[in-house]
């Protein structure tokens, strides 16, 4: 990256000089450290260069057939023709390599116009994608392992691509549906799945046969569903967790990916703001105690237990999670990996840790009466203990610790905060419209919103047409004061706890969700789905 772009994103206040010092790969340093998207450097390129900055939607069609060879090796790609001038999609638009190549192939004269690297990329790949799949290949459903793993077997290229084009688009899951006339893929993309591509319903089992084996699964046996993991090296570090079942079409393949290399994001980059924010800090400073995050599955609690480890983290105290998996690798944490087959359960494992002078335990989830009962243990014994729990916001946790079997005393005694989050989709900066809603609209019934200007997205290139791009944490925060504790201690019921924590200052999920939509941060139906989606 030249100096000059990096100094357009300095002055733009994108980063600082500081962010820079040291780094030899500014580029690909400041990605991976997510100080810059692939969109502040085709916005920079285009200011530096003069030139037209253009976005490729998602179902973009090559204007003229160049060589794939060029494509990839450059990483353009043909955006427009008129008359005898090609306009070139590229994010380095000095390669003059490039577009030399591009004209000789092609006999045009060449303008080079700026698009983010990644759009770029995410464009060739469907665009070989739909040149392979047209063939509509024949492939034997006998195929054996042998000829799975030769370099020159579709299934291969085919898996590579669905799996490279997943860490691409930062999905969270991969389907792999076998339909009665096809094979869809689909990705989990901020938590809706998304139609990617299709395939001929005759290479169905050969992908599936090839990720089997990936997996370590038997490729013979389609009749029981299967769980296997892929250790994924390039281009990312990401752990794979495979599911099979067999429907009536086929078996169904999802991919959970677990990306390695992705930054622990901060409690405000999460979205924890204001009381909620100060509360939960103020939480993390007790030498001891429990703290609990609680939500559906896919809120992002492991996600806040993790930024709350980063918080907390320093050479000098020991910290020990165990999960199942660890989402998340943290140097300097011990980790540890439950293991149910092989006896190595939550309440195992966490005896065993209580004698490795922990100050810190993370534990994924608290799904029984034992670990219940060991963790509020440990929490009361001079370690601070971080977990989860599956409740409907922050004053439900004190019953479900109940209803495991955890005497009122204890649970008073040991918890210091829970904090229930939902995650919403955040309105897409770059197609937001502000509107204001009917008065007899019913979500204005739910927020009181009436006459306030709120967002929605319109759809674009950025945001794949959704109108959502990015997600961000409606929460709630309990903190365990002397008055709460002594309603937990006296068993209580919920609502009067909850009355007594709002007269404290908490601010509920639905007061959190009404004022991101007054700052614009997630549309209305949006936070209507989340605070009515337990």
Wanted: hydrophobic content about 35%.
């Amino acid at each position: 990256m030249k100096r000059e772009i990096l100094d357009i994103l300095i002055k733009k206040g994108i980063i600082t000089k500081n962010d820079i010092e040291g780094l030899k790969d500014p580029e690909k340093e400041l990605l991976y450290l997510n100080k810059i998207t692939y969109d502040d450097i085709a916005n920079a390129t285009a200011e530096y260069y003069r030139l037209q900055r253009v976005y490729l939607p998602s179902d973009i069609k090559p204007v003229i057939e160049i060589p794939i060879d060029i494509v990839k090796k450059y990483n353009v790609f043909p955006y427009k023709i008129e008359r005898n001038k090609l306009y070139l999609a590229m994010s380095d638009p000095a390669d003059i390599n490039a577009t030399d190549s591009v004209k000789i192939a092609t006999g045009l004269d060449v303008i080079p116009v700026v698009a983010a690297a990644n759009e770029i990329e995410r464009a060739v790949k469907r665009w070989i994608e739909r040149e392979e799949t047209d063939t509509d290949i024949e492939i034997s459903t006998e195929e054996d392992e042998e000829d799975l793993e030769a370099p020159d077997s579709p299934a291969i290229k085919i898996v590579r691509d669905i799996i490279e084009g997943a860490l691409l688009e930062e999905a969270s899951d991969i389907h792999i549906e076998p339909r009665k006339d096809r094979t869809e893929v689909r990705y989990r993309i901020d938590g809706v799945l998304q139609s990617i591509s299709k395939y001929p319903k005759n290479m169905h089992s050969s992908i599936v046969s090839r990720i089997k084996v990936m997996a370590r699964l038997n490729i013979t046996e389609r009749r029981i569903p299967q769980d296997g993991r892929i250790m994924l090296k390039r281009p990312k570090e990401a752990d794979l967790r495979v599911s099979t079942i067999p429907t009536i079409h086929g078996e169904k393949v999802v991919i959970r990916i677990l990306n390695k290399e992705r930054k622990i994001a901060t409690l405000e980059e999460l979205g924890y703001s204001g009381i909620s924010l100060e509360r939960i800090l103020k939480s993390i400073e007790s030498p001891y105690g429990m703290i609990l995050l609680t939500g559906p599955t896919g809120s992002g609690k492991t996600t806040t237990l993790y930024s709350i480890l980063s918080r907390v983290y320093s050479d000098d105290i020991n910290i020990i999670t165990v999960e199942d998996p660890p989402e998340y690798e943290f140097p300097g944490v011990n980790q540890i990996q439950i293991n149910e087959k092989t006896g190595l359960t939550f309440a195992t494992a966490l005896r065993s840790i209580l004698r490795q002078d922990p100050d810190i335990i993370m534990i994924g989830e608290i799904r029984d009466e034992e670990t219940a009962k060991i963790a509020v243990q440990a929490a009361m014994t001079g370690h601070l203990v971080l977990s989860t729990l599956h409740t409907n916001d922050a004053v439900s946790a004190p019953t479900r610790l109940f209803d495991m079997g955890v005497e009122p005393y204890l649970v008073a005694s040991s918890l210091v905060c829970v904090a229930a989050q939902r995650l919403a989709k955040k309105v897409c900066p770059y197609c937001a419209e502000e509107y204001i809603l009917d008065d007899n609209d019913p979500i204005n019934e739910v927020l009181d919103l009436h006459g306030v200007k709120v967002k929605r997205g319109k759809g674009c290139v950025h945001c794949n047409y959704t109108g959502y791009k990015g997600r961000t944490a409606i929460t709630e925060v309990l903190y365990v004061d002397s008055e709460i504790r002594e309603l937990i201690r006296k068993n209580a019921s919920e609502e009067e706890i909850r009355k007594q924590a709002i007269k404290n200052g908490m601010i509920t999920l639905k007061e959190s969700a009404r004022e991101k939509v007054i700052q614009g941060i997630i549309s209305p139906e949006e936070a209507v789905r989340n605070i009515f989606s337990f």
